[in-house]
């Protein structure tokens, strides 16, 4: 299991609102860190809600696609 601290995080698309468990890792302090990294391209969700009536344990969203991200 990677290492790191779960936020529960509402990422917010043109098409969806994803609430999901998204992995901090120690290197980084905070989502935006994680998140800002340039070399990343998606950012990945495990236990999500989709639209408030959809589950996945697993969902990768384009940042490109990211309209944007509260911690929750």
Do not use: H, W
């Amino acid at each position: 299991m990677p290492e790191g601290k779960k936020v529960r995080i509402r990422v917010r698309t043109s098409n969806c609102i994803y609430i999901g468990d998204f992995l901090v890792t120690p290197r980084r302090s905070r989502v935006s860190d994680e998140v800002n990294e340039d070399a990343r391209l998606f950012i990945s969700l495990t236990d999500v809600l989709i639209n408030d009536n959809e589950r996945s344990d697993f969902v990768a969203i384009n940042k490109n696609q990211i309209e944007s991200i509260t911690e929750i």
